[in-house]
């Protein structure tokens, strides 16, 4: 997926964070192979603990839908409902799929779900009303099963990567001033940007599964560059709409960033879910087979 495949942002919150959707679901597909096959595990084998499970409701399900795919095939005959606050998203059935379901306020009446499952997406929400909601539709006997982005994970890293090539398109776009002749000093710090993307573009060349990333870097500095030697520096729609995309997803991926669980961060995620109503708080690290750290893997019981 590259800039050109996503369609504009628009609107804030809840629909900037549609457009990137697409990005989000790509994410998942395509740079994290080894992790889906651990989070495909990590879900078997939590399901198979569970006896008598007559409705599971998936949280933040995107396109993946894995936690929902998994417990169609563990409870058949089971109530299965994937949600997410995007719409647009489409299941077979068994799976009925919920749209504009924000995880901070659902719809669904009180204990509705024996279990509440969510990969990589409860921690978008404000964490002490994602509780409260996942207490209150949940059945008294149920659980919650979620798999959370650790600091130290490999999505992480990718989201650390992508914040790189992000801000170097950040600082072009602060350097560009718009239907603008530019100023001697936006030509100084435009130079920089472009030396700046050079630079990070020696990091990726030739790394498998970063081609998305070097293309970024490639358009950024083309942007720059064009700039530098034109002499009316007029962006062309697709060069604003790749800039102004680079800010959105900016913001973006530092809070996904700032999502992450550290070790200190889940001893107040325990608090927080003690005070929601759940006493038990188990939690454990999920690796892949080739020993990356995916996540946490965390259960949460009355
Ligand atoms: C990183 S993606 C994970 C998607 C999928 N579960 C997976 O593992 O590939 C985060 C998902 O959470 C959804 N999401 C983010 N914040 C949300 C919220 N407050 N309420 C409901 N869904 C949300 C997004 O639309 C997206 O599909």
Partial sequence: VTHRDIPPPQGRG????????????????????????????WWRGRFAEREGVEAVLELGAGAAALASRMAAAAFPGARIVASDFRGGLSFEPPIEFVADARIEALGFPDASFDLIASQFAFEYAPRELALSEAARVLRPSGQV?????????????????????????????????????????????????????????????????????????????????????TRSPALSEEEAFL????????????????????????????????????????????????????????????
Wanted: net charge positive; proline share 2%.
């Fill in 14 to 41: 809840a629909d900037r964070s549609g457009a990137w959707g697409r990005v989000w679901d790509a994410a998942f597909e395509s740079v994290r192979g080894p992790a889906r096959e651990a989070c495909i595990q």
């Fill in 243 to 302: 800039l102004q995309n680079c800010r959105d997803a900016l913001i973006l991926a530092r809070d996904q960033q700032a999502a992450s669980l550290s070790e200190q961060g889940l001893a107040a995620f325990a608090a927080q879910g003690r005070a929601a109503g759940f006493l038990t708080v188990a939690h454990e690290r999920i690796l892949s087979a080739d020993r990356r750290v995916v996540g946490w893997g965390l259960r949460l019981s009355r």
């Fill in 145 to 229: 099963l979620l798999i959370m982005h650790a600091e130290d994970s490999h999505y992480a890293g990718y989201l650390g990567e992508r914040i790189a090539v992000l801000t170097a398109g950040e600082k072009i776009a602060d350097a560009i001033p718009r239907g603008r002749a530019l100023h001697d000093l936006h030509r100084i710090s435009l130079k920089r940007a472009v030396a700046g993307a050079a630079q990070l573009r020696e990091r990726y060349v030739g790394k498998p599964g970063w081609e998305n990333v070097l293309q970024d870097i490639d358009s950024l500095r083309a942007i720059g560059e064009r700039v530098l030697t």
